[in-house]
């Protein structure tokens, strides 16, 4: 398959095409909403569901399999945060607060992107190692400890930030899941993979509708903030993107699972960051956190990224 | 009927603060609190989608003192930082010595 | 099977018995109840789901095929706000605003009544056509903008509520998800089968439940209403059942699609309609049209009227 | 399988993990939770399909083979207050309103203690009876009314409280779902049969990390209230389960069905009970109790309990 | 504008008593109500999750008359074994001899 | 304790108007408002499943001026036909000056 190929098959994924409906929809004034105990359950779905396979994955996969990819992902994630926040320094001119807000979704993840590249990287017929899911949960969290590091030097609300970052709900249930993945093994998967398996990227396709929904919401924000924020989620995404790809490489990935670390590194997160930030930096500005990260850097991956991405793994890699 | 005359206070705040401002309140003397979940618009522009955190609307009956003890550490703790409104009215509650 | 059986076999289905389930479930004054997050939960997807397949199934048909039926289906769609209108104003002789608003909920469509038609026809082993869904989104939209042109002379929120209705979430997700089925077609099917297509009849189980309550909580009022009332919405959907069974067969669909076009056009909106008209027509009175539409029509089609139109459509057809 | 590898199997499923995982959330302060709307919705979910089963089980059982179990059943949940009432009375010295309260939870039966002992007898290879929906049924009503019998004297609120269980959402979708799953039959179960029957162990999973939140919310009232109270718990689950199993066998039961029933008996209800007693006799202590059922022997259940009833039916009738 | 001064009746209760309170009010003169679901803490405890039940907030527009009946129908069936809390305020009501 | 007396509007209405409602107050003045979903019972029966439409509670802090022309608005555009009901209470808010 060709580039251009390759694109449009990721465009015209279900999953892509309903996070530009949702957009229609809230663009044309519909209204169409989701209940927000009905996003609560999916993402509590979704989350849950990558950690059980992820874990159910690494049950038999050698320790020493992993190990690389480890380490290399937890020095991804605690580099991260820099090059963020002095890009938000220098290029976007903003406050220390909210450039270490910046830095703390920049140097998490999220966990949607991460789904996609996967499905991405699936349909054209690469597979990505079954550890991944463990990946993102090593890359969600360092990041923002560091970026919240870099925001306050005085301690104050820092340790109520980190405790909010590590028993956060979408670490506690992508552990959990993990760890439960771990320990039941095939015999659970058996058990529960008609419902955490099959049906997932039709959840998958539900949550992006609304995501799109959400985002769409932010362009009149991105109006305002301008153009620099633009550039300012794109290249980061790019520059990420392509480290990700590298050091996922280096440390023995497949092509397809080099893409995804990829992918993941050029995330940024819109679960787990918010809430710490909001807690450990309140005088951060979320409309611009929340724009960089949802209606720039996520759509950003979600269409040209990943193909990027997965092109450059195979070019270097394949 | 007893009938005591007290205060009712309400804040309404962004979901986020909720635990924090349950402890406030009650180290400040408040004896219970009902809350409800909103969504709004002020001067921190729309808070309905969860991205962007819902509000919660808390109510406490409580004595005139601890209301205005309880207003003081809003005003200044949470006030600068927070999408957070206030505002006092005169209740009257059954039974109402149980709450002060 | 001879029509008994066919009776019998469409009223043993776990969707109508659910339906009776919830009416009892009312009446025994149970504390069953459905959130509200739920209801709404269960309807985004149907509706989606309906699309979707839809616009799978249009991605290889050719446009020839699907023209005359749907042309035949936008008449239809024009045409039957009149004889509800007049039927109203004369055999109910309620006022023009009551009577405009009854036309919308008659000029519009069932999106259960609609799937409940398509389970019979193909449980006793007939194919509708695949592009069914399309249809029912021409169906949805025109008679309810003929009827509230019927009601209001003066503009004033005609083009508040025309908004309303074409922006609407069933109308943005029903061809939403023709959209995305038409775009990503087989490949995108694939993918999401296992949660929009494989479990749809088990979640509409679920609805039927709700709708069974909802409706028994109207049948005090219809006590109060009357028996002319009764009348008027199974008249009604037999005449434009007959109605659209001819059309569908005049337009080559085969007895399958014509019996599922008949049901269809004798069903009433419970959805779309009702948003429309409480803006339009503010003085119009939710209990006639509601109760006519929730608790005549719906359970006339879902229990008589469907096997009726599939016999009619095997009479003159098969 | 030796007695070890049994717990082991227990133990290591994805439910009763979720079920430690919803606690450790808990003890950790994590703000996951589930919207209250996603509780419900799964609990009509689990109710209904375990009813519909049954019954589509039931449909092909021969009455002779279902009467003995169900009669035993029924003098089960006749019988099973009166030890509870006792113990509560004499070795925990509560009042008489305390003690009804306690025999109505223990004289009615957990859905998801049914359903977890239901899954480890099929994954140990046994099979129990397709009928055992119809004795949970059986055993959830009998017991309750008999305990409110027990706590009050004068009628008062009893009638109240007795329309309350009979009508209650737990009797209600069960019953009715076996109603449908009757009268459907293998036809109806087709239909549906990815929606009611494929995911939801997958469900139960996810029922069970909320399940082991609400129980870790419980722990610090155990602390209060005593370890008298988890004599109580334990003991009357073990009095009650070996009941269970050698009644079972007694009516003709196969071991596997022999060991549920053992089980259902041993629970204590958690969903209709509780509703029934607040009104039926709002001076009882809710802490007592709810402690007691959801804190107590619904885990000693779960993890120990389970294995041993199917240690016992297969020592004594395999 | 007519404004009718009229009593602000406000009770917080457990949710299993929904139906029963509103037979309650409506038998002693309220001619409507608007009820919100709640969480909340007081002298019970924490009320939040589905087992222990969760809490409405009921509120009801009604004349001074009305609301000194309610509360003391509170105070004899209610008061004593469920959790309830109720409170009355000064109000001025559009059209308000509609709820009278 | 800077407390400044203003006036709350409450406005329980069919959700249906939630769009229209708020466009209404924002342009006659109120600077911000918050809203909880409802259900309740009046004079056009109850309102609670999601056909016959849930209601929402629509609260604004504003000064008298603002909630006099509200109220006006609504008795004119909305009384006639839908399910409305309306009422004003006194309160004190913190940092009141930013409501006005
Ligand atoms: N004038 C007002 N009346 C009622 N609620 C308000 C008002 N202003 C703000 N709020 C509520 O308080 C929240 C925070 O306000 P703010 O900090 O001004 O953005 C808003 O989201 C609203 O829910
Ligand atoms: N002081 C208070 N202020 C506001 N709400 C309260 C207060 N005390 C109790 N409540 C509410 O009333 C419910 C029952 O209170 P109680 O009977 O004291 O447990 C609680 O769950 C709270 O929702
Ligand atoms: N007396 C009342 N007290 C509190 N809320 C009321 C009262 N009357 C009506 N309501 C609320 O206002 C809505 C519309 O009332 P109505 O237009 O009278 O049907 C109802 O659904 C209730 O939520
Ligand atoms: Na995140
Ligand atoms: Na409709
Ligand atoms: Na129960």
Known sequence: MDALELLRLNFLSPMVLAYFLGMAARLLKSDLAFPEALYTAISIYLLFAIGFKGGVELAHTPLAVVLLPALFTLALGLFRPFPAYFLARRFLGVSRQDAAALAAHYGSVSAVTFLAALTFVQAV?????????????????????????????????????????????????????????????????????????????????????????????????????????????????????????????????????????????????????????????????????????????????????????????????? | MNLVPLKLLTIVAESLLERRLVEEIKRLGAKGYTIVPARGEGSRGMRSVDWEGQNIRLETIVSEEVALKILERLQEAYFPHYAVIAYVENVFVVRGEKYV
């Open chain 1, 125 to 318: 017929g690469h597979t990505a190692e079954g550890f991944m899911p463990t990946l993102v949960a090593l890359l969600e969290v360092p990041g923002i400890v560091v970026a919240l590091l870099l925001g306050k030097r005085q301690s104050g609300r820092l340790s109520e930030a980190l405790h909010e970052v590590l028993t956060g709900k979408s670490v506690v249930l992508m552990l959990g899941g993990l760890l439960i993945g771990l320990l039941s093994g095939e015999a659970g998967m058996e058990r529960v993979k008609s419902f955490f398996v099959d049906p997932y990227q039709g959840v998958l396709t539900l949550f992006l509708l609304d995501l799109g929904m959400v985002a769409a919401s932010r362009l009149s924000v991105l109006r305002q903030v301008g153009f620099r924020l633009v550039l300012f989620g794109v290249g980061l995404a790019l520059f990420h993107g392509v480290l990700g790809v590298y050091l996922g490489l280096k440390a023995g990935l497949s092509v397809g699972g080099a893409a995804v670390l990829g992918a993941m590194s050029a995330s940024a997160s819109y679960i787990a960051a918010p809430a710490a930030v909001r807690i450990a930096l309140p005088e951060a500005n979320p409309s611009l956190y929340l724009t960089a990260s949802l209606a720039v850097t996520f759509p950003f991956n979600l269409i040209l990224g990943i193909p990027i991405y997965h092109a450059l793994a195979k070019a270097i890699g394949g």
